[in-house]
């Protein structure tokens, strides 16, 4: 199989994916949150292995491995309850992200992408709060749709790439 070829059909399973994600968000969401658990089950328990291999950070390893083996179960256990805490994540990133680029549009106030970080900033600040302020409806959706989109998105640019002779 040429990459070409390789591209496309990954594009094509990519968008297909993404269509999906967006018919059925919550059912995206909580794979979104199973797939989760799953890294950090496996990551904590790297983490601990790598505990015996380095003495100097020993401690660390393990306190970071006993903290992803504890997140990892508590999401696979309560994948619902998980979904809530990445709805919330997702939230406070969002609030973040936009009170960063306030920041930067602030201090940048004479460059001309001022209105460009004002307007992002603003509008990540709104949608954060928008977020967190109603959790439960959030929950039920958001990350499916999130997923569905850079789904999409990738699949589009693959498909792209491909139909361009590239790869």
Known sequence: MTPTR????SGIV??????LALI???AAGVAVTLVTGWAFLIGGALNLWSALIDQADRLWHILFGLLGILLGLSFL???LGGLISLTILVGVLF???GAIRLGLAWAGRAQPAYWVLLISGALSVLLGALVLSNIG???GALLGIILGIELLSAGIGLVTLSRMGRG
């Open 77 to 79: 256990i309560d994948p």
């Open 24 to 26: 059925a968000p919550f």
């Open 137 to 139: 409806g959030a929950a």
């Open 6 to 9: 390789f591209m496309l059909i």
């Open 95 to 97: 609030l973040i992200s």
């Open 14 to 19: 990519l968008i297909v994916g993404g269509i």
